[in-house]
């Protein structure tokens, strides 16, 4: 598999993450937690195998756990 298919752009990792690209867009500007990928001068990249350990790193087993 290419690399270039793991890479998703902010429409493609929004649906995967079930956000929005909104959220994803405010994300960047605020300090990236999702990890992203800037390629030329505009445009951003997402790698299918950062959004998987963003959401791994999501995990919590109680509400009241802290990030």
Do not use: C, H
């Amino acid at each position: 598999m290419a690399i270039a298919d793991n890479l998703l752009n902010t429409k493609e990792a929004a649906q995967f993450l079930g956000v929005s690209k909104a959220f994803l867009e405010r994300d960047r500007w605020a300090g990236a937690r999702v990890p992203f990928i800037k390629v030329g001068s505009r445009a951003v990249r997402y790698r299918l195998s950062d959004l998987e350990s963003y959401i791994e790193r999501q995990i919590r087993r109680s509400t009241s756990e802290v990030a």
